[in-house]
C-alpha cells in the first residue's frame, strides 16, 4: 500500500475526516468541560473518550484517553490542563497532536481538583 498522493491528501482531510469525527461522536458522544492551566475553560466540549491506557496494570481506571478536535478549544491542548468528565476531573499528561485538526490526550484521575 503506498503513501497517499496531495491530491488525496486534501479530500482526506476536507471530506473524510470530518465525516469520520461526526460517525465516532455519534456513537461515542461525552461532553467535558476543558479547563486550560492558565485560567479559563471551554464548556460543551463534544469529546471521544476511551477509558483506561493500553498496557495499563498498576493502576486500572486511572487512566482515559479522550480525542478531541482542535477547533474547538480556544488554544491548543497541553499537558497540566485538566477535564472534567462527569463527576470526575483528570489531568492531561500527554498530548499527541494529528495532522488532522484532532489531538489524542492522556488523562489521569486527579484526586487534588475533586
Do not use: C
Not at 491528501?9 to 468541560?33: C, K, M, N, Q
Not at 498496557?55 to 472534567?84: C, F
Amino acid at each position: 500500500m503506498g503513501e497517499m498522493e496531495p491530491a488525496d491528501r486534501g479530500v482526506f482531510y476536507s471530506e473524510h475526516v470530518p465525516a469520520l469525527w461526526e460517525a465516532l461522536i455519534g456513537v461515542f458522544p461525552h461532553t467535558v468541560v476543558y479547563n486550560y492551566i492558565e485560567g479559563g475553560l471551554t464548556e460543551g466540549l463534544q469529546a471521544i473518550v476511551n477509558e483506561g491506557v493500553e498496557g495499563e496494570q498498576r493502576s486500572p481506571g486511572r487512566y482515559t484517553h479522550m480525542l478531541i478536535r482542535n477547533a474547538d478549544l480556544t488554544r491548543l491542548p497541553q499537558k497540566g490542563d485538566w477535564v472534567t468528565l462527569g463527576t470526575s476531573v483528570y489531568e492531561v499528561v500527554n498530548v499527541d497532536s494529528m495532522l488532522v485538526d484532532i489531538s489524542r490526550l492522556v488523562l489521569q484521575a486527579n484526586k487534588e481538583f475533586s
